[in-house]
């Protein structure tokens, strides 16, 4: 019987050098967005799909992630104590997941913190999440990409389309349309020059993979960056299985970087019920004042 997806693979073990200064001794998936770090993002969207295990990869400067997601018995005593049960059950709601840590040790690449998630995935597929690209949660990506590896049993990632003056940042791929918005994909290439890209079509931070990737990324070579890169590990298999591509049109928040992750801010302070009226307000006394300057 085809198993299913049941665990997650969150890598978080990067430097994170575009935060620098603010990631030299904490780590950039802890970044509040609104009144939540960005990893939490990532893991509720996982468990909206029904995934209870969570492998995190991390690395030096990252135990922070660990004591988020751990039981804040202080904290939960005191909360009750002064009767907020309202946060009481907010801190206190993913407490039912279960999380192993495994370091990286080296930050090698992304194939390679995959690579490090073996002995805990065993022989499942599983997800894998980037907790720094931000999905819209209305926009039900993981759960799309989980009904498409349901029927088709194979390794599943997810595409946007990108300007071509951004493609060089991505890994983007080749392949034919086998229905609509589902690529299978043909070739991919890490981070090409807009003119040697083979589309406009780039790999973003959802996987669902099959446990095989393991063997291909032991046989990768490092990369682009020295790096053991994990499109050079899909490339290879995608010449002995099938990989396909699901192209996503909802809303993706980069906050990857300084600008990308202002921009998350803002979008997910507008949707978020304790603060959209009065920073709504305030964006648009911002707005009249940036059109007076123009
Ligand atoms: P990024 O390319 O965003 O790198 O990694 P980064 O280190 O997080 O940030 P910058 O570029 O230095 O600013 C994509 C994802 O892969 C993880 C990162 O934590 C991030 O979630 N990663 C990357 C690892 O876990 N290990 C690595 O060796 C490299």
Redesign the pocket.
Known sequence: MTKKVRKAV??????????LPA?KASP??MLPIVDKPMIQYAVEEAEACGISEFIM?T?KSKRAIEDHFDYAWELEENLRSKGEHKMLDEIRRLNHLQFAYIR?G?????G??IHCSKAFVNDEPFAVL???DIIDPDDKLLKNMMKLYNKYHATILALQRVPRSDIHRYGVIAGNEVQKNLFRITDMVEKPAASAAPSDLAII?RYILTPDIFRFIETTIPGKGK?IQLTDALKALLKKKPVFGFLFEGRRYDA??KAGYLKATVELALKSPSVKDDFRKYLLSVISKLQKEI
């Open positions: 969150l890598p978080t073990a990067g430097l994170g050098t575009r935060f990631t950039k998936e990869v690395g990286q080296l930050p090698l690449g992304l390679h913190a980037l907790s720094d931070g790096e990857g970087d």
